[in-house]
């Protein structure tokens, strides 16, 4: 299942900050066997996120806000967040497994 996870960077500095859409894809975690008829069981998996890409969508510099056009900046601040989220992505992953969690949830509820 793919997802969007929502982010705000304020790694820059200078007053700067960035909100980041994370696209990630989930794999949900396989349930612990004890025992299989045979006598051998399963240990079970746990839920995986894997980052696909990032989309920044908003610069928000000291008290001025740009939102995403067709400037060249824009592609370059794309590259600056994937680059602090694949630095950090053990933080964003736990993030993105709770966002997931959060979708399959409402979806059992529908």
């Excluded at 240990?43 to 056009?69: A, Q």
Aim: a negative charge.
């Amino acid at each position: 299942m793919r997802g969007n996870y929502y982010v705000t960077l304020e790694e820059l500095g200078h007053g700067s900050s960035l909100e980041v859409q994370i696209l990630y894809e989930h794999t949900p975690g396989e349930r612990m066997v004890m025992y299989y008829p045979d006598g051998s069981g399963y240990p079970g998996s746990p839920p995986e996120v894997e980052f696909l890409s990032c989309h920044v969508f908003r610069w928000g510099i000291d008290y001025d806000e740009r939102k995403r056009g067709s400037s060249w900046v824009w592609d370059s601040l794309d590259r600056i967040a994937e680059r602090i989220i694949r630095e950090r992505w053990e933080h964003f992953r736990v993030g993105c497994l709770e966002d997931a969690a959060e979708l399959s949830q409402e979806r059992c509820e529908e």
